[in-house]
């Protein structure tokens, strides 16, 4: 029995090893009209929502993670940043700005991750495109009305290549782009220090229970 908890245990730790890319925070720095008052909100990307239709018609900015650590298997066009290429790994996110009423309320802010921001896409096709690489719980809608128009900016901090800036203009729908980090491959994700020497312990343990059983 004891056995039995310690291999849960130490699977639960070489899950944990595998983790991806993540948004780790951000702030909105000025806003008009209907966005006074907004904040960065994070929300968890394995919960179950819907998003793009006014589905949320609040001042905030906010983002969550989409799938993480994706192998490539063609080239993915961005409309930001460097384009995905094919076979490399890419954690996605997904950021929006969803304010309440028909006329555009203008929000500035940023949002950080915890790895350098690959390439955005921000254009209908390009978010359609991409949309492989949303969460399985979340629903997407509006798909037709999704993209910036002229007068949105977004870019990447010159000094900190994890660092997204937007200063954009929305109504009904609201906003709505993708960022892609660099991903990782699972198999080189390092793993907590001790966690081989933990292993080995367990199938040790696990050949000497065998032994004793036949014994």
Same mark, same amino acid.
């Given at each position: 029995?004891?056995?039995?908890?310690?291999?849960?245990?130490?699977?639960?730790?070489?899950?944990? %090893?595998?983790?991806?890319?993540?948004?780790?925070?951000?702030?909105?720095?000025?806003?008009?009209?209907?966005?006074?008052? %907004?904040?960065?909100?994070?929300?968890? %990307?394995?919960?179950?929502?819907?998003?793009?239709?006014?589905?949320? =018609?609040?001042?905030?900015?906010?983002?969550?993670?989409?799938?993480?650590?994706?192998?490539?298997?063609?080239?993915?066009?961005?409309?930001?940043?460097? =384009?995905?290429?094919?076979?490399?790994?890419?954690?996605?996110?997904?950021?929006?700005?969803?304010?309440?009423?028909?006329?555009?309320?203008?929000?500035?802010?940023?949002?950080?991750?915890?790895?350098?921001?690959?390439?955005?896409?921000?254009?209908?096709?390009?978010?359609?495109?991409?949309?492989?690489?949303?969460?399985?719980?979340?629903?997407?809608?509006?798909?037709?009305?999704?993209?910036?128009?002229? =007068?949105?900016?977004?870019?990447?901090?010159? =000094?900190?290549?994890?660092?997204?800036?937007?200063?954009?203009?929305?109504?009904?729908?609201?906003?709505?782009?993708?960022?892609?980090?660099?991903?990782?491959?699972?198999?080189?994700?390092?793993?907590?220090?001790?966690?081989?020497?933990?292993?080995?312990?367990?199938?040790?343990?696990?050949?000497?229970?065998?032994?004793?059983?036949?014994?």
């Amino acid at each position: 029995m004891k056995l039995r908890y310690l291999a849960a245990f130490a699977l639960s730790a070489l899950t944990a %090893g595998q983790a991806g890319a993540a948004t780790i925070g951000g702030d909105v720095l000025s806003a008009t009209n209907n966005a006074v008052g %907004g904040t960065f909100v994070l929300l968890d %990307g394995t919960s179950t929502f819907s998003v793009g239709q006014d589905n949320f =018609n609040a001042p905030h900015l906010y983002a969550f993670d989409e799938k993480q650590n994706v192998l490539l298997g063609a080239d993915l066009t961005l409309n930001i940043g460097s =384009n995905a290429l094919a076979n490399t790994y890419v954690s996605s996110h997904y950021v929006f700005y969803d304010p309440r009423g028909s006329s555009g309320s203008r929000q500035m802010g940023y949002i950080d991750f915890d790895g350098d921001i690959f390439g955005i896409a921000t254009r209908t096709g390009t978010l359609g495109a991409s949309d492989f690489l949303g969460s399985d719980t979340v629903t997407y809608l509006s798909h037709n009305l999704r993209g910036l128009e002229s =007068n949105d900016s977004i870019w990447i901090d010159a =000094n900190k290549a994890n660092r997204l800036w937007v200063d954009w203009i929305a109504s009904t729908p609201g906003d709505y782009i993708r960022v892609l980090t660099a991903g990782v491959p699972i198999a080189a994700v390092p793993l907590p220090a001790g966690l081989p020497l933990l292993g080995a312990a367990i199938g040790a343990l696990g050949l000497a229970a065998r032994r004793r059983r036949k014994a």
